[in-house]
């Protein structure tokens, strides 16, 4: 430990809660406005799934795209990252100082302080606030780049010559010292903040100074702040211009800041780990310390766990798409490590919940909140996963079979454990390890590159640079009027999405609604000012900006234009929209307080709604839900709405917001009768427009997560009399006899006895069968072979041969069967083995695949039985006496 270390926890020793407050306090007495953290799932980004920086949050700022309420902000921002320069999800854990879910202590400036300040109020945070001791930090700077045509940032470098000797500033290039948003956007210079926390033995034994060893992944010399000068935009064609605007963007790791400030070496040491460490600890009977491979799992789960669990507070929950797919993706690793190292076979992440509540619920109160739908995903989750790490094994069992000889299990084979049964590949190579195999990495690699590039490929998207007419903001007027004359075209631009060009139009004023909060974005058409009529066939909201899909670009892109919304379309919307705002107020009469909105999505034709609830609804429940939603529509509720209010209003009309949702400071607020809440969306002027609402579906989507689907008005009519003509059908069949369900019912009742008789009859038969079978028994090689190479039509098919097996293989002894005849045109195998030659070794299932070689097929089964199918009857004599062969060992 260092004597700057040492020195701190003596004398100023900072708990995570009070580093985190030092330093919004600090850029609150500058100036600036202390703003809470978004939500780590993004929403209505089509270019983002998670908050990966502080930055995202202002993302329309640093456009242009949207006007600043302040131009001076902080906050501590929870991040998410599994890709990128620094952030490999496999490899975290395996350091101590890199994360998924992180904090970001920040602070912007919008067009007002630039460098000298940023980089001044860097240094007297970290060295007068902090204590940080000077001589162990350093700074990089960027040295400039030829290939954009851009110098040496001497002015950062000006500014921290006035705090540090200059061997303490180094140059980086391009790859560490310029940050860009993306391909294209704002970008700028950066400098970066690194401190050597290294013990003076460790300095003095590896002879390097700490400025040899900045950005060289030495884990005792870190960033720990990030200051980037926003002062370009990249373009399409990748060159530079000026931005009017020069911004400031700061990142800080708040879990690296920690580890410093506590004289630690290791964030995980840090009080932001220690407590979630020792409860891990406490489940799995392991010491955080005993070993590498158990402090490895413990620093994953100690990590993933925070994501998880945040990423389901905002309103994500693991799936198989998307950014759901991630959060599934990083739960079964925590499981898959804590199973492979700790020896956790049963759900175990569900029971970190409350010690993640206590370390961070002050800080982030929604984890609090909703506490109990957090551990039942994952305990669904968890047990989901343990389920497919079973069958895995079972699989690779068959995987080593197959590979007896080779001792090696194929790329393709540990690509589909991988692709289809969510079987990680480092644990295909740790079970194959343990019984001698290896795995051919190098194929399994190719397949996922293959994978990865037709999934690239799929989701290719080329953005042309924006084409700017006018200066000025977009603004949507769609609430009053779906039509307006008039409007500018401010910019356009030609995007590439799956192959498909589109073409991007943005007004000054629209009625469009753009895709957003689960509605879909509106249709309708464009008439130029030349006459020119132009289909509009989706509406999106991206960066602020309301953005008109259309077939064509205009002709003429001056003068004005009317847009003109498909008002027939909007109207279903807007009732569909308006229906959930109902069926939202009485699920909550009805099933209790805990229901909360976890989802929805409305379009014109129909509308699901999720929330939160844990059982499914009785069909009772679900006509009680239907009668209150349509009295509360006959009662023709008029919509009353405060367009600007501020939160405090609206907290005051008790308006529901939803968690994970970002709301600004004015908010408009959505009544129907006693239903209040939070939204952007379309709405009808009252609740007799919807006309009638009935479900069409009630299904689980996650472990306290149900999911209604409905239609309303012409949609509801249509599906009622759907069912009533399905209802007067079924009725028909039954000579329209009034007690339908009685007559089903006898039916249902009929049937089941008749089937109960024939299951009789086929044990009969299998039984006579059997005995004909024990009758063509012969000795060979010192086992009593039954071989049966036709099955007769009046035998019934090989379903009878396999009953009949069954009930031999208990009665016999030292007795095999074995078929290899034709049944439907098809070669068949079956083989079976008695109780006491499994119990002698024998198994079918791996002796019937040699023989299924020759009928050019495959099978398997249990020891004891197993069949096989092919496609080559002529090799039915030779599989046949391959089976003879395995079951008398004469190979």
Known sequence: MSKFAVRLLAELYMTSKEIRQKFLDFFAEKGHTVVPSAPMVVKDDPTLMFTNAGMNQFKDIFLGNAKTKFKRAADSQKCLRVSGK?????????????????????????????????????????????????????????????????????????????????????????????WEMGDTGPCGPCSEIHIDIRTPEEKAASGLSGRELVNQSDPHVIEIWNIVFMQYMRMADGHLENLPAKNIDTGMGFERLCAVLQGKNSNYDSDVFTAMLAKIGEL???????SDDTDVAMRVIADHIRTICFSIADGQLPSNVKAGYVIRRILRRAVRYGYTFLGLNEPFLCKLVPQLISDMGEAYPELAKQQKLIENVIREEEMAFLRTLDRGIKLMDECMERAADSKLISGQDAFKLYDTYGFPIDLTELIAAEHGFKVDLDSFNENLKQQKDRARNATANEFGDWTEYLEGES?????????????????????VQKNR????????????????????????????????KINIINTLKENGLTVHIAEKMPACCTGEFELVVDAARRARIACNHSCTHLLDQVLRETLGEHVEQKGSYVSDGYFRFDFSHF?????????????????????N??????RNATMEQAKEMGAIALFGEKYGDRVRVVKFGDSVELCGGCHTCATGNIGYFQITGETAIAAGVRRIEAVTGEAAELYSEAAQETLRTARAFFNNIPDLAGAIQK??????????????FAKQKAAQFAKELSAMGKEIGGVNIIAVNKIAEEEGNPALLRDAALLMQKELKNTAIAGAFVADGKPQLLLMYSEDLVAAGKNAGKDIRDAAKFIQGGGGGQPGLATAGGKNPDGIKDALEALIAKATGRN
């Open 86 to 178: 620094h952030n490999d999800l496999e490899e975290v854990g395996h350091d101590t100082y890199h994360h998924t879910m992180f904090e970001m202590l920040g602070n912007w400036s919008f067009g007002d302080y630039f460098k000298t300040e940023a980089i001044d109020w860097a240094w007297e945070l970290l060295t007068e606030v902090y204590k940080i001791d000077k001589n162990l930090l350093y700074a990089t700077v960027f040295e400039g780049s030829p290939e954009d045509g851009t110098e040496m940032d001497m002015e950062a470098k000006q500014a921290w010559l006035k705090h540090m000797p200059e061997d303490h500033i180094v140059l980086g290039n391009k790859h560490d010292n310029f």
């Open 284 to 290: 799995s009977g392991h010491r955080y310390g005993e």
């Open 475 to 495: 603004e949507f007027v769609g609430y009053d009027n779906t039509s307006v004359s008039g409007a500018k075209l401010l910019r356009s631009r030609t995007v």
């Open 501 to 532: 060009q589109m073409l991007q139009l943005v007004f000054d004023r629209t009625p469009f609604y753009g895709e957003m909060g689960g509605e879909v974005g509106d249709t309708g058409f464009i008439v130029a000012a030349d006459g020119e």
């Open 615 to 635: 059982e499914k609804l009785s069909n009772e429940q679900i006509r009680d839900i239907e009668h209150k939603v349509n009295s509360l529509i006959r009662k």
């Open 637 to 642: 509720l008029a919509l009353e709405e405060m």
């Open 747 to 760: 039916l249902i009742s009929e049937n089941a006895e008749y089937k109960k008789q024939a299951e009789a």
